[in-house]
């Protein structure tokens, strides 16, 4: 289904420049500001508020915009940096960050693999024609009917436990199928102390669970092709370790006779929702003030997300996503494939080469990086006795979040229809749909110094991964947002087949 709300004209010219990103900002600032990066496809959108509107009327408040451009370019950019120094990899998109089944086209026709977590993203790459040997299953819980659809196609397993080991043995023995698998480990050391994880098989455990595979591999039950991690956060160096610490267990897999090709170290590439550094420095120096009462609170009842104040001392981790970090994926490929291997003569690519290994990533947020936008309607504005205004959109929190506290990037707000009565500049709240005192939208203090209107349109920008459809919920019987695929060049929007097939 295509609608083309007959908008079709390109993009005009001023989309794109300095002072149209500019203009597009000043409409909703963070009291302590943290300008979104904004991607020319999603200018081009924004700059048409009209068209913006018509999508949103007839596709339901929020929708999910989707752009596969930026994908396209991000995949290329890791690509290059293999390329460059001559080594093997294979990216396989990690498919939890984003249902949109646009994504998993367009993996597929870049000929790259996805990596997929149960059974239903598992059947949907493979009804989408997505290669079966191009496919991982990384399921954190695996049931048998899993189990058998990859032992049927052919689709890697990636095993974590002996209960599944167990349980991938006996179906691969009823069936008179092999198992592809790889073995998935954690409990690597680095500046001694183990990375924590409930991941994965204990490295001191190899040993064990080489000596127990013998039997299920002789049988022709299995056949292991990789090895695997995942880690928590986006540290280069503990990767590194990884790396190091699986070269040995490639080895000994390899000295039995194991056709080890694979080297996995799964996704967690950095990404940036802010190009500005000193935004988000001064943000953090701001928001520690604002927990010490040193200045306003700058967050819904002063906020800590995971810090707090106590005796004039800040205590706790921020549980923001780094809003800006450097390096960004391709510099951070860079960084694990030059780094030195301890104990090893020579670098992690060169460790890599020697024993023709294939690297493997699986990357899901730092893909979609500049794919996307969520887009709500501002139903109502309303004064609070302390003088702040909450702004009421069409949405509910579980619509642009994480398990994390808040997508910490300033919004836009856009205006649309010139004769709506606006309030005069405000400051206040993004409020959502659910029942709760705490239905913030943002949990950060916004001003918006052109007033807002009924009718407005609020962007989150960047929201493609994991902030669309990690959580989202039907609470309240309320419908889940739509996903729309936009074609920046001729101004039309369609329905990504995920909501075709009914979500
Ligand atoms: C096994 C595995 N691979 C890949 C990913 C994707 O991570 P990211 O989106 O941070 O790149 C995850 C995320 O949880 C994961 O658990």
């Not at 646009?102 to 059947?123: F, H, K, M, Q, W």
């Not at 706790?316 to 490929?333: E, I, K, N, R, T």
Request: with cysteine.
């Amino acid at each position: 289904m295509s609608t083309r709300p007959g908008v079709d004209a390109p993009p005009p010219p001023e989309a794109i420049d300095g002072a149209g990103v500019d203009r597009l900002r000043s409409g909703c600032v963070g009291v302590v500001p943290l300008p979104a990066r904004i991607e020319a496809w999603q200018r081009a959108v924004l700059h048409r508020p009209e068209l913006l509107r018509s999508w949103i009327d007839r596709h339901g408040s929020p929708s999910n915009l989707h752009h596969p451009a930026p994908f396209v370019r991000n995949v290329r950019a890791l690509q290059q940096v293999a390329s460059d120094r001559d080594i093997d990899l294979e990216v396989l998109f990690a498919r939890k960050a984003d249902k949109a089944l646009i994504y998993v086209d367009t993996a597929r026709d870049l000929g790259i693999g996805v990596d997929t977590a149960s059974e239903v993203e598992l059947t949907e790459a493979l009804a989408h024609g997505c290669a079966p040997r191009t496919l991982v299953c990384t399921a954190a819980v695996k049931a048998a009917p899993l189990v058998r659809t990859c032992l049927a196609e052919g689709v890697t397993i990636v095993l974590d436990n002996d209960d599944e080991l167990d349980l991938v043995e006996r179906l691969a023995a009823a069936s008179g199928l092999t198992a592809i698998v790889s073995l998935r480990f954690g409990g690597f050391r680095h500046d001694g102390r183990v990375l924590p994880t409930r991941f994965g098989f204990d490295l001191d455990d190899a040993g064990a669970l080489l000596r127990r595979l013998r039997e299920a591999t002789d049988l022709g039950r299995m056949r292991v092709e990789g090895v695997h991690c995942h880690l928590d956060g986006y540290d280069v160096e503990h990767r590194v370790a990884a790396v190091t610490q699986l070269l040995p267990v490639v080895d000994a897999l390899r000295a039995e006779r194991h056709p080890v090709r694979h080297l996995d170290v799964g996704g967690g590439l950095p990404m940036r929702y802010v190009d500005d550094a000193d935004a988000w420095a001064s943000f953090q120096v701001e928001h520690r003030r604002a927990l010490l009462g040193e200045r306003d609170p700058i967050t819904w009842n002063n906020d800590g997300y995971g810090l707090h104040a106590h005796d004039g001392v800040v205590h706790g981790a921020l549980g923001l996503y780094p809003m800006y970090q450097d390096p960004v994926a391709p510099a951070w490929l860079a960084a694990l494939l030059d780094a030195s291997v301890p104990g090893q003569a020579g670098r992690t690519i060169a460790a890599l080469r020697d024993r023709a290994l294939t690297l493997r990533l699986e990357p899901g947020r730092s893909l979609l990086d500049g794919c996307g936008m969520t887009v709500a309607r501002v139903e109502h504005r309303k004064r609070h006795r302390d003088g702040t205004w909450s702004v009421g959109l069409a949405m509910n929190r579980t619509q642009c979040a994480t398990a994390k506290p808040d997508h910490a990037i300033d919004p836009l707000l856009i205006a649309v229809d010139g004769d709506e009565p606006r309030t005069g500049p405000v400051e206040g709240w993004l409020t959502g749909a659910y029942c709760t005192e705490a239905e913030l939208l943002t949990r950060r203090r916004l001003r918006f110094p052109g007033g807002v209107a009924r009718g407005d349109l609020v962007v989150f920008p960047n929201t493609a991964g994991y902030l669309m459809h990690f959580v989202e919920s039907r609470s309240h019987r309320f419908p889940l947002a739509r996903n729309l695929v936009v074609d920046a060049t001729n101004g039309a929007v369609e329905l990504d087949a995920v909501d075709r097939h009914g979500g």
